[in-house]
């Protein structure tokens, strides 16, 4: 018979688990027969021992099990999902769906909503009228196989036994431990189906990580722990030192979208697509080469089919795809106001953390899980770091339905940098 006392001891003294302690920890912590108290401390023991690649294999798979897990074998062809480590503004999701759709990857989306600056994928398609994402899971299915591509919110009991120590994680001072966030993201992964994963670990001001030394350990961690359990896992680490494009908002990101996909699309934006979707395409066995898939991606850009596809998704689950044509029939805020330079320079810095507590100020975003999400408004950068600004000329422009926006705008005055010499935009991809 297992005790708990024994597994903590074990771990406290820095010896390797077995992947039967493993489960036993997960299982009865889910099930309530382990008390907070000796959750508590176990997680402090990981947070100072670490854990092997095994170890974090045998956690990720007994967190993935221990709820519904979707199964999408009905589904021809490798299911490849992106995961993203949050960040500010971060549009990639909209655009690559339906980009390597495209090119034949099926796309089965489970989305979220969740808390943040602006909402999630869901919120940002509830900015299309009609949009649903309440559909079957046969009616998922069924639309994957036709279509290359659909979106479902996320329902069911995904992962418990991740809840329950994400939230104690968050009260012990356990939750900035590498192993435990890797196993945290990858178990959610593997419960939603996927065969393969390509991971865009962000880095900078505005990252989970703030340091590329972290980041690049998360992006090890979680790459040896989907090889471990047999998913083929890639990983990118890519730069939030600034928000990714311009738009922070909902329907604002919608039309970045949009744009992206007509290939008028911000510069970084519309490289980081490129990158993670070229490894999706690799990673579903749809191209040769990066080369290959890179040229693949720029092509159904270029003859239109990624933002047709977009359309007969929207038309598929209840939206009016004439908003791919036209994004101004996106829901649109009253005011436009610019947010003016106090002085004359380069743009030097611009913390992606608080500008995104100014768009969530103007309505963009949840606190709680109550929050109401204002889907018109938000914030459209007019600068990023590098480019040179004169006193008065505007750094941002905020869409909003309050005519008082001050905070938001001094916000924005204060974190965006401005130097007197002159900047290089920082790179955006680090490692690959
Ligand atoms: N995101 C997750 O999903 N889990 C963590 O542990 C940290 C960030
Ligand atoms: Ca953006």
Do not use: W
Not at 59 to 64: G, I, K, P, S, V
Not at 195 to 202: E, F, H, Q, R, T
Not at 223 to 237: F, K, L, P
């Amino acid at each position: 018979m297992l005790r708990m006392v024994d597994v903590i001891q074990k771990k406290r003294d820095g010896r390797e688990l077995t992947k039967e302690e493993i489960e036993f920890f997960v299982n009865g912590y889910t099930d309530g027969s382990i008390p907070d108290y000796q959750a508590s401390v176990f997680l402090m023991a990981i947070y100072f021992q670490k854990m092997t690649t095994e170890e974090q294999g045998y956690l990720t798979m007994a967190m993935a099990e221990s709820g519904d897990q979707i199964d999408l074998s009905a589904i021809e062809g490798i299911k490849v999902d992106k995961h993203s480590t949050g960040g500010v503004g971060d549009t990639t999701t909209l655009i690559l769906a339906p980009l390597v759709a495209a090119c034949g990857v099926p796309v089965a989306k489970m989305s979220g909503r969740g808390l943040g600056h602006t909402g999630g994928t869901l919120d940002k398609l509830e900015a299309i009228e009609g949009f649903h994402v309440e559909i079957s899971t046969e009616q998922f299915i069924e639309q994957v196989n036709d279509l290359k591509i659909a979106v479902i919110g996320q329902s069911g009991n995904l992962t418990p036994a991740d809840k329950k120590l994400y939230a104690l994680r968050d009260v012990t001072a356990t939750v900035d431990s590498i192993p435990l966030i890797a196993s945290s993201i990858m178990s959610k992964k593997l419960a939603a189906g996927a065969d393969a994963i390509v991971l865009d670990v962000k880095t900078g001001a505005g990252a989970f990580m703030k340091t590329l030394e972290d980041s690049k350990q998360l992006a090890d961690a979680m790459v040896a722990i989907g090889n471990e359990v047999g998913r083929n896992t890639s990983a990118v680490i890519s730069d939030m030192s600034q928000p990714l494009g311009f738009a922070i908002g909902n329907a604002l990101e919608v039309k970045e979208a949009i744009e992206t996909l007509q290939g008028n699309g911000p510069d970084d934006l519309t490289e980081l697509c490129l990158v993670l979707g070229s490894k999706m395409l690799l990673a579903a066995n749809k191209a040769e080469s990066e080369e290959d898939a890179r040229s693949q991606l720029q092509t159904v850009i270029k003859n239109g089919e990624a933002l047709q596809l977009f359309g007969e998704l929207i038309k598929a689950q209840g939206g009016n795809p004439e908003v791919t044509k036209h994004p101004e029939l996106l829901p649109q805020a009253q005011y436009q106001i610019e947010v003016p330079a106090k002085t004359t320079g380069y743009v030097s810095a611009i913390d992606a953390d608080e500008v995104g507590v100014a768009a969530m100020l103007l309505g963009a975003g949840r606190a709680t899980k109550e929050d109401v999400i204002d889907l018109a408004v938000g914030i459209v950068l007019q600068k990023k770091i590098g480019d040179s600004v004169k006193e008065g000329e505007a750094l941002a422009i905020l869409h909003t339905n309050k005519q008082d926006a001050e905070d938001s705008i001094k916000l924005l005055q204060d974190h965006i940098s401005i130097t007197q010499e002159k900047i290089q935009a920082p790179s955006l991809i680090h490692t690959r």
